[in-house]
Structure formats: C-alpha cells, structure tokens
C-alpha cells in the first residue's frame, strides 16, 4: 500500500502542508503539496477517493485519511488493497518514477503522429499494447475495447498491420471514448466504483462493445464476440472489426 514510503512518514511529513495541485498522470492522481512534496495514489481496482465531512464515519477499508482546515476530509478507501500510495519527496523524483513507468497520457498527449511512432517497428498485438501503460498511459481493458471497436479494428491485428487511416481512427477513437467516459461520470459495473462525492458512474449504459457478449453490435447487429488475450476479455464486433 506504501511502496515508496511508510505511514510514520506520511504522518511526519504531510501534515500542515498546504495542497498547490491536483493533476493526473496516466491511472496515476498527482497531489502537489507544499516544500516540493507529491502525494501520489493509484486506484489499481477497487480503490475509491471519496471528499467527506469531518463527522462522516469512516467507510470499512478506509486505508488513508487526510483532514484540511475547512473541515473536509480526503479518504482512501479499497476493499481488496490493491491500491497504492506514494510520497515521493521531489518533483525530479516524481518524474522519474513516472518516466520510467508511463508512455505519452493517452488524454493529453496522443494525436496520429504520435501513435504512428509509438507503433512503429511494433509487431504486437494492438490490444495488448494499448493495455501497455508503457506504450500508452491511462488506457484500461474496457476502453480499448471500446475505441477499437469505434476504430473498426480487430482486437488481434498486429501494430504493424495498421494504415496511416486506421492509425488516425484509432488515435481519434482512444480520445472520444475516454472523453465520454469523463462526461458521463465513469464506468460503474458494481458499487466498488464510485466518484469523488460517492456517485456511481453512467458510462456502462453506453457501452458498445465491452462486456457485451452475445448482444447485438450497436452497428451491424451480428452478435458481440469474447476472447481471450493474455487472461484478458476482449470484446469485439466479427463483422466492423475483421481480423
């Protein structure tokens, strides 16, 4: 839960820290504090970061809780402890962690040159690279299914099959569905995840693909196919996405 740091330490050095920036990286949420000090956490799969008031009980699993002056208090709560919490003591450390882990943000940094080169001399599959936090930051296996089937392209094509048109689909296609997932709140299949202020997301009433099997393709109406790719469902249209 503390890779980088242990609870004494977080107990010395945050409080009384002012926060200057909230910002994101990737899967990773970025807290700037003052005297160059990062409070880094990450979800991995059950983690929530809930905003509560002072008198609020704390949740069951309630593994991090920062109280601020206006009385609101942060919380970190994660039933299966799969999440993580860094505090990293430099912007230079910071960086480097995330350097050394993370490829261009697939929000803020992509566009079709910068795809064309990450692909370039690649020969794996396109779904499993975009799962490559190395290769692209912030793509999940949910919305790669999704913008692979908005790009019309088949889960097992090799990167080095793709055309520069299909290259320009699929960069414009990542972006439009992480945007609408922002818009509509997140991808809830169960209560684990909620937002900020404990709503559940909207996202899963407008899936395409993802978690679809058997259903009719919102596109053509063949029937939502599922494989496996290393231990990871993939749903995709056999018709709007030929191999």
Same mark, same amino acid.
């Given at each position: 839960m503390l890779?980088?740091?242990t609870e004494a330490e977080l107990q010395a050095i945050v409080p009384g820290l002012a926060v200057k920036t909230v910002d994101r990286r990737g899967k990773y949420l970025l807290i700037e504090l003052e005297q160059d000090q990062w409070l880094v956490?990450?979800?991995k799969m059950s983690g929530n970061v809930f905003l509560r008031s002072a008198d609020a009980p704390p949740e069951t699993h309630t593994h991090l809780e920062i109280g601020f002056d206006d009385g609101v208090l942060l919380r970190f709560v994660d039933p299966r402890k799969f999440g993580r919490v860094y505090l990293f003591r430099s912007t230079v450390e910071l960086n480097e962690f995330l350097a050394e882990r993370l490829g261009p943000d697939s929000l803020i940094d992509l566009d079709a040159a910068v795809l064309a080169t990450k692909l370039r001399g690649r020969t794996g599959r396109i779904k499993?690279?975009?799962l490559d936090q190395a290769f692209l930051a912030g793509i999940g296996n949910l919305y790669a299914d999704e913008a692979l089937w908005e790009a019309r392209l088949h889960p097992l094509r090799s990167a080095d099959s793709? @055309?520069?048109g299909e290259v320009r689909r699929l960069a414009a296609a990542i972006k439009q569905v992480l945007v609408r997932g922002i818009e509509r709140n997140g991808t809830s299949f169960s209560a684990t995840y909620r937002d900020v202020d404990d709503?559940?997301?909207e996202n899963q009433s407008f899936l395409n693909a993802y978690g679809r099997e058997s259903e009719p393709c919102p596109r053509c109406?063949?029937?939502i196919s599922?494989?496996?790719i290393?231990?990871? @469902?993939s749903h995709f249209c056999p018709r709007c996405q030929k191999r």
């Open positions: 890779p980088t740091s956490i990450h979800r499993s690279l975009l793709l @055309s520069k709503r559940p997301g109406g063949r029937p599922r494989i496996l290393g231990s990871r @469902s």
